[in-house]
């Protein structure tokens, strides 16, 4: 039986009969997607190290190429003398991200933290294990666009885990999937007699 405008008024109408569309849950997505990038970076930083020890390799003529090399600053090649600060920062992003990652019920945000976080975790694994020594590691980089520095899988995660957490930022989207708007609403509704 139904009530105006579709709804059922049985309340066997309303149960769902077919398999169920749960989410995952978000905190999963987050590890997943972590331990996804982190895999991929290091992987496709092994493969680099053997695969390009003879020369650079022309993807998409001069446009894309693969070309191995050694940073042992941060971003751009820059800050070269403090690969130990550089260091330091990195574990403190881990901590960062992990500690938030609790909070976390936005599918946009494990997104956002998982790519950050594995991209973060590439990179210190570099600083941490690779030459000249522990904690002074050169981060291996092999993907060079023209007129940009080369750059790795992890860095494509951090930068367009930035992007998604500037996108969330902008739209007011929290960790938890609340939205400001209905922060203020509630607020709002709360004071009115």
Not at 111 to 138: I, K, W, Y
Request: charged share 15%; with cysteine.
């Amino acid at each position: 039986m139904q009530a105006a405008r579709g709804a059922s008024l049985n309340s066997s109408d309303s149960a769902d009969h077919g398999p169920s569309r749960r989410r995952p849950d978000a905190r999963l997505v987050f590890a997943a997607i972590a331990v996804v990038a982190y895999v991929a970076d290091l992987g496709s930083k092994q493969w680099a190290l053997s695969a390009l020890v003879d020369g650079d390799k022309p993807l998409i003529g001069d446009w894309f190429t693969l070309h191995l090399t050694f940073n042992p600053g941060a971003a751009f090649s820059t800050g070269t003398d403090f690969t130990i600060v550089f260091t330091a920062l990195a574990v403190v992003a881990v901590v960062v991200v992990l500690w938030l990652s609790r909070r976390v019920r936005s599918s946009v945000w494990a997104l956002a933290l998982g790519l950050l976080l594995g991209g973060v975790s590439g990179n210190l694994t570099d600083r941490l294990v690779r030459d000249p020594e522990p904690l002074h590691g050169h981060v291996v980089d092999f993907l060079m666009l023209p007129n940009w520095p080369v750059f790795n899988i992890a860095d494509i995660c951090i930068n367009v885990a930035a992007g998604l957490i500037i996108l969330q930022t902008f739209r007011g989207v929290a960790l938890d999937g609340s939205r400001d708007a209905d922060d203020r609403s509630d607020a709002a509704s709360a004071t009115q007699p």
